[in-house]
């Protein structure tokens, strides 16, 4: 009886320190960034993860694949969504709130905010000075596609373009791009 | 069977009740900010009325997009995103939220018109969409 109690009590103790030293390391981020401690710690080398927020979801994949914000900094998000009246051609106006709602989910979830393996190598193809508007631009897209041939994409029907992550990618929709995943539609399995 | 014939009926017709309150709430509205009588023949007039896309290089029309017959899917004429059929009697989710209604005037006319659509406009385009 008197052990049982023992370890009960160390067992509280061990709780307790463990939740303390949570809090001590969530309080090192200021206010959104805490957030991004608890993923970074949980998630360090982890896919870019699914889309986690309705709005973002719901507005802009009413048109196109909601692309995840961690595949460009924060400063294209903030240029993307300033300039919602003449998105790629098209007019994608939202009303104040939804805008607000949704700039502020792509900024604190972009590359620079929430790194993850994807993110990482992302930023680095980066020029610093650059503010790169399309993901299929840059250069660390490029380079992970550069196998695929014109005619299995943009002359293919049935993708289109490299803005159809989905087309290929199957498991795009949870945030994975695993290549081994990928099925071009119309060829045999995609081999490196 | 026969309680999901009815079940789908009864599923159909409330959401065809739904879009019609929705749509005559936007109708009042309009009518509030100036406009007259609506008419489904003008909406479809203008839902046909073919524009210059400065940006795209090309004449467009709300079937554009849309398909010409309204209970077809459409096909984003850009990003080739099927497009829900418009009409109300085969897609329930249709005109039955006047925040996304008003969302898409103010998108879709500027892209296809070039300018925001006029009240009275909206009322005969909305009237002639609930008519299909």
Not at chain 1, 120 to 145: C, N, Q, W
Not at chain 2, 94 to 102: M, P
């Amino acid at each position: 009886m008197k052990q049982k109690k023992y370890w009960g009590i160390l067992l509280l103790s061990g709780c307790l320190t463990l939740s303390m030293a949570t809090l001590a390391w969530t309080e090192d981020g200021e206010g959104e960034g805490h957030e991004r401690h608890e993923r970074g710690f949980l998630h360090q080398a982890a896919d870019i993860g699914p889309i986690t927020n309705k709005a973002y979801k719901t507005e802009c994949s009413a048109c196109h694949f909601a692309y995840p914000a961690g595949f460009l900094p924060e400063r294209s998000w903030v240029k993307i969504m300033n300039n919602l009246d003449d998105h790629f051609g098209e007019n994608a106006e939202l009303n104040d709130k939804t805008r607000l709602v949704i700039t502020d989910y792509l900024r604190t979830h972009a590359a620079d905010r929430l790194p993850n393996r994807f993110s990482r190598s992302m930023l680095r193809s980066v020029d610093a000075g650059a503010t790169p508007l399309r993901i299929s631009e840059t250069s660390y897209f490029r380079h992970k596609h550069r196998e695929i041939p014109a005619r299995m994409v943009t002359g293919n029907p049935k993708v289109g373009s490299f803005s159809n992550c989905l087309s290929c990618h199957s498991g795009a929709d949870n945030g994975s791009f695993d290549e081994h995943s990928v099925t071009i539609p119309g060829f045999r399995q995609w081999e490196d | 069977m026969k309680y999901i014939y009815a079940l789908t009926l009864l599923l159909i017709s409330s959401a065809a009740v739904a879009s019609e309150a929705v749509v005559q709430e936007r109708l009042g509205q309009y009518r509030t900010q100036g406009a007259g009588d609506f008419d489904a023949a003008r909406g479809q007039t203008l839902w046909q009325q073919e524009h210059m896309q400065v940006k795209l290089g090309k004449q467009v029309n709300c079937a554009s997009c849309h398909s010409a017959n309204l209970q077809q899917a459409g096909k984003h004429m850009r990003t080739g995103k099927r497009i829900e059929p418009m009409a109300p009697s085969v897609n329930p989710d249709r005109l039955n939220d006047a925040e996304k209604i008003e969302k898409w005037f103010t998108r879709n006319c500027k892209w296809t018109w070039g300018r925001e659509c006029t009240a009275q406009e909206k009322g005969d385009i909305l009237t002639f969409l609930q008519s299909k």
